[in-house]
Every structure is written in C-alpha cells, then in structure tokens.
C-alpha cells in the first residue's frame, strides 16, 4: 500500500523510525521499477538542529524544507552524490528524513545511484509522483538508533542525538 499525506504529516522523529522498513519504489518509464527495502533512516529537526539545512534559514536552497510533508528534497552532497529526502511536520516548520540505506545500497549516495534518482525530483510531492514513491508491505522491523553520520559541522549536543534509525538484524 502506498504510503499517504498522513504518515508524514508527523515530525520526522515519527516518520523517521517509521519509514525503515518501508519499500521504496522507483518506476521508469518503460514500466521497469526497482523496489527497495529502507534500512536506515535519518531525521532532520528545523532551524534549531544546527546539522538540518534550515538551521540558517530559509534560502533558495532550503524553501522546500518550509513546504507541505510529502515534498521530495534532493540535493547534491561533495558536488557528486545526490541524497535523498522526504520533508515531514507541519508546513513553515522545516524538517525531514534523509534516506541513508536500503537493503541493496549501503549508502545514500549509492542508493540515489541505483534508483536514477537526481535533482528533477526535488521539490516534488511523493504522492503526486508517478516515478518514486514509498510502500508499506506491512514487513515488520525491530529498530536501533545510533548518532548521525556526516555532521562534522553541527553542535556537539547534535551530533550526539540519537536520530539514526537502522533495521536491526538479528
């Protein structure tokens, strides 16, 4: 089942836990689709979360981020990876969930790579896409937090939060 304007309508301390285990679907146009299992997520909280893209504010960059939960947000990491980004909460309060692995991509790099995923997606609404979007197949998962990876450049207390979610194996 695919996943609706309600699941990510909730912060992405919600969303993001909830979305490992999820499929994520990619569909090309000549009908080929890629389905991968999410198995580790990130969460990004707002402008006071020194290591979320908002944390300086609104910019041409970041205005998605202020849209309606649901949008796409993509952008290029190093100049060479694209990330991969659903934006949760309520509208004007920035945040998202960063898709940092699924099953068959260790990476978030390696998996925008495999998906064909780059930046036409970004500013686009999940629900409305016909090329990528998120399934629930009701698999459950047991989940381990850890810290963020990546975030150098952000507060120490930041960087320390638990808001890496990862499938668990056991």
Aim: glycine share 8%; net charge neutral; with cysteine.
């Amino acid at each position: 089942m695919r996943l609706v304007e309600e699941f990510f309508q909730r912060d992405c301390l919600e969303v993001a836990p909830a979305l490992v285990g999820k499929v994520l679907v990619r569909q090309f146009k000549d009908g080929q689709q890629i389905r991968l299992r999410i198995s580790e997520t990130e969460a990004y909280r707002g402008e006071a979360d020194t290591a979320c893209h908002a944390h300086k504010g609104r910019t041409k960059r970041t205005e998605v981020l202020y849209q309606e939960a649901g949008r796409i947000y993509v952008y290029l990491c190093y100049g060479m990876h694209w990330l991969l980004n659903f934006v949760t909460g309520e509208k004007e309060q920035p945040q998202a969930v960063l898709i940092r692995a699924c099953e068959e991509a260790d990476g978030p790099g390696k998996l925008t790579k495999k998906l064909a995923v780059d930046g036409h997606f970004n500013n686009t609404s999940v629900f409305k896409q016909t090329e990528l979007w998120v399934e629930d197949d009701g698999t459950p998962v047991k989940i381990v937090t850890d810290t963020r990876v990546g975030i150098g450049y952000a507060s120490r207390e930041d960087q320390e939060r638990l808001w890496r979610f990862k499938a668990c194996r056991e």
